[in-house]
């Protein structure tokens, strides 16, 4: 359903095993492996600051302001564009995009994937409901991976495009047909950093204010180490990073407590395999179930605790003999995620400067009573906290003061 009628094939990370996923793996590492980060961090931290600024003038709006952080930040970095602050035509195309791939993602959701033979019905026939919902679905995938293309070689050719990952891979090429080929290559390499990077790095975000609010003990240490590092004169700084190990600490049990894709994206066995005495032919479906692996009490005692002293020695340095099932959150084998290490860079450098400058509180009602906020979340492919109350305000007079010096 997700890859032959709605378009999901598009999207790296639903592509077969083969050359072709090697070429478009290839590309994504190149833009986003670890060496590569350094040329982003301004972007990241621009737009970090930007998400300070929406959180002072309508904090009750955060979880729309940790989404338009993380879609301004790959658009920016990937296409050059400047988003709006409401309305952003490109955010809304990709937002019902990824909306498809909540209904689509998890494999058997549609009988069409138990049953591939009813790909063959016709649109008339009972049962094929499946097609026209393909057909709703379809025009904002290919919407999302082709339109920023389009608009991105119309602007080359003005002399008028931004420095961006795309604009850079394009204007490498000439007019042959291999160049043609390789356009679509790229398309569909970028067009991914979007799709696999927006939602779950919006939903990780969320998941880290409702940890604040559920874990104050937490917020009040992580505040006590940016104070003692850095003071409370300015903002922390990817410069900062290895001197503020809790923070990185908090960012990594983010992940664990609640991944984003809790059933990861399904893999297919090239060949036949034994997994604990099961027997697991070529061509089977193999679900990591993510969810349960960074919930296990034997890598992590009282795992439904927020507590990110796991990953740190006893004197608050990292521990490298951590476990590392958190990093499931990101897939596993050859498979895993090329874009982590951007995605935990964004991570840290907003959540960084929200406890730097925010104390995340439950609110009170009109009463006065505390509005206890539920661990609830959605169900899908990719999971997020349901809306929540939080009372967001500036931790002091000094740091409202350094966040309106960013206006």
Request: hydrophobic content about 40%; some cysteine; charged content about 25%.
């Amino acid at each position: 359903m997700a890859i032959e009628f709605v378009g999901w094939d598009l999207n790296v990370a639903m592509q077969q095993y083969g050359d072709k996923w090697r070429e478009h793996r290839r590309i994504v590492h190149q833009q986003f492996h670890i060496g590569s980060l350094a040329k982003y961090h301004t972007v990241l931290s621009d737009e970090s600051r930007k998400l300070l600024r929406r959180l002072l003038q309508t904090p009750e709006r955060f979880i729309e302001h940790t989404k338009h952080l993380a879609a301004s930040v790959i658009f920016k970095v990937t296409f050059g564009f400047e988003t709006q602050e409401n309305n952003d035509p490109w955010i809304a195309t990709a937002d019902e995009a990824m909306k498809t791939f909540d209904e689509v993602g998890i494999v058997g959701t549609y009988l069409v994937d138990l049953f591939p033979f009813l790909r063959y019905l016709p649109e008339w026939a009972p049962g094929s409901q499946f097609k026209q919902d393909a057909k709703r679905m379809k025009g904002s995938v290919v919407s999302m991976f082709r339109e920023p293309m389009k608009r991105i070689q119309e602007d080359i050719a003005k002399g008028a495009a931004k420095p961006s990952i795309m604009a850079s891979l394009l204007t490498e090429l000439d007019d042959s047909e291999e160049s043609t080929r390789r356009k679509l290559v790229i398309q569909s390499a970028i067009g991914t950093s979007y799709a696999a990077g927006t939602d779950t790095t919006d939903g990780a975000l969320t998941t880290f204010i409702l940890a604040m609010v559920l874990y104050p003990e937490v917020q009040k240490k992580a505040q006590a180490e940016i104070d003692r590092v850095i003071g409370r004169d300015r903002l922390p700084e990817f410069a900062d990073r290895d001197s503020l190990p809790y923070i990185t600490a908090i960012t990594k049990e983010t992940l664990r407590w609640h991944p984003p894709l809790p059933l990861g994206v399904p893999h297919r066995l090239m060949k036949d395999d034994v997994y604990n005495g099961y027997q697991l032919p070529a061509g089977s479906i193999v679900i990591c179930n993510t969810a349960a692996m960074t919930r296990d009490h034997t890598e992590f005692p009282n795992a439904h605790i927020f507590d990110p002293t796991r990953f740190l020695t006893k004197d608050g340095s990292l521990n490298d003999n951590a476990s590392k099932c958190w990093e499931f959150s990101f897939g596993a084998g050859r498979r895993i995620c090329p874009g982590r290490h951007f995605a935990l860079d964004t991570m840290w450098i907003a959540i960084s400067a929200m406890l730097a400058t925010f104390t995340m509180e439950k609110s009170l009602d009109k009463y006065g009573d505390v509005i206890e906020p539920k661990e609830d979340y959605s169900v899908g492919t990719i999971c997020r906290v349901l809306p929540f109350k939080a009372d967001i305000k500036p931790r002091s007079a000094a740091a409202q003061a350094l966040v309106e010096a960013l206006m």
